[in-house]
């Protein structure tokens, strides 16, 4: 029974070192830069505050308007309206 189980554990020890190699090897040769596959999440993207309603968006997604001489990121043309207007209005 022991001499079954020292051989259970070689060939386990034996399968893992095989993994270990293969994903050294695979990240070895892997491409290097690439776009990321099926699978693979893209990588992640600044956020940008929409001070109106408070909310994060992808800088990619978020509409931008100068308001007040500073360049601001809103989440929708309601609230880039509304920061336009409330700028309009103080002064």
Request: glycine share 8%.
């Given at each position: 029974?022991i001499?079954?189980?020292a051989?259970?554990?070689?060939?386990?020890?034996?399968?893992?070192?095989?993994?270990?190699?293969?994903?050294?090897?695979?990240?070895?040769?892997?491409?290097?830069?690439?776009?990321?596959g099926?699978?693979k999440?893209?990588?992640?993207?600044?956020?940008?505050?929409?001070?109106?309603?408070?909310t994060?968006?992808p800088?990619?997604?978020?509409?931008r308007?100068?308001?007040?001489?500073?360049e601001?990121?809103f989440?929708?043309a309601?609230?880039?309206?509304?920061a336009?207007?409330?700028?309009?209005q103080a002064?």
């Amino acid at each position: 029974m022991i001499r079954l189980l020292a051989i259970l554990f070689r060939f386990l020890m034996a399968l893992l070192l095989v993994r270990l190699g293969m994903r050294a090897l695979s990240s070895w040769l892997g491409p290097r830069g690439a776009a990321p596959g099926p699978g693979k999440p893209p990588p992640p993207e600044d956020l940008v505050r929409d001070r109106i309603c408070n909310t994060f968006l992808p800088r990619s997604r978020a509409l931008r308007a100068v308001v007040g001489g500073h360049e601001e990121y809103f989440c929708s043309a309601a609230c880039r309206d509304r920061a336009l207007l409330g700028v309009s209005q103080a002064s």
